[in-house]
Every structure is written in structure tokens, then in C-alpha cells.
């Protein structure tokens, strides 16, 4: 059974840091995308940032040039750095992994961004 497990949320200061990882346990076949999604209160999941097997990426333009997103395919983890912290950053922050035949979720982290 495939769990994911995150860690590295937390409370920060506006314009602080913070580095997520999630890492899946169990055995994973043909992993094609691993992202990171986030929820704030009365809104919708979105997108924050994924990265595909080749190394390519994807960015919510809310968050470009602030967080990264890297993966370590041997671990079957994926990292997000989160650099320059706003207060609209604040959610839960969800890793995804999406393989071949089936598509995986974190129980989620929370991260507040408030002085």
C-alpha cells in the first residue's frame, strides 16, 4: 500500500522560508508527475508547482521565482522550497504523485505565513 508522507510545514514570518518534502513508502510503477498542490480556507485546491519525470517544471504564477520544486527519483521524493514567504501563501499544502495507473495524496501540512 503506497501512503505519502509530508513533512516541513509550520509557522513562518512574512518573507521567511520553508522547505516541504513528501516521500512515498511502498512501491510506486511509472511515476510520470510529482506536485504539489495547496488549499486556504474557502477556496479551491490549486496547482503550486509539478515537476515531470525529465526534470521539466511547472509554476503557479503566484509563486514563480519564490518556491522550487525538485524531486529525487531514487527516493521517490519530492522537495518544495518555499523562499520568501507571503501571508497569501498560508494553506495546506498537498503533495500529489500521479503514475500510470493510479494518482496519490498527502494527508497535507499546513503552512501559515504570519508576523
Known amino acids: 500500500q503506497v501512503q505519502l508522507v509530508e513533512s516541513g510545514g509550520g509557522l513562518v514570518q512574512p518573507g521567511g522560508s520553508l522547505r516541504l518534502s513528501c516521500a512515498a513508502s511502498g512501491s510506486i510503477f511509472s511515476i510520470t508527475v510529482m506536485g504539489w498542490y495547496r488549499q486556504a480556507p474557502g477556496k479551491q485546491r490549486e496547482l503550486v508547482a509539478a515537476?515531470?519525470?525529465?526534470?521539466?517544471?511547472n509554476y503557479a504564477d503566484s509563486v514563480k521565482g519564490r518556491f522550487t520544486i525538485s524531486r529525487d527519483n531514487a527516493k521517490n521524493t519530492v522537495y518544495l522550497q518555499m523562499n520568501n514567504l507571503k501571508p497569501e501563501d498560508t494553506a495546506v499544502y498537498y503533495c500529489?504523485?500521479?503514475?500510470?495507473?493510479?494518482?496519490?495524496w498527502g494527508q497535507g501540512t499546513q503552512v501559515t505565513v504570519s508576523s
Open positions: 500529489n504523485i500521479k503514475a500510470t495507473f493510479s494518482t496519490y
Open positions: 515537476i515531470i519525470t525529465g526534470g521539466s517544471t
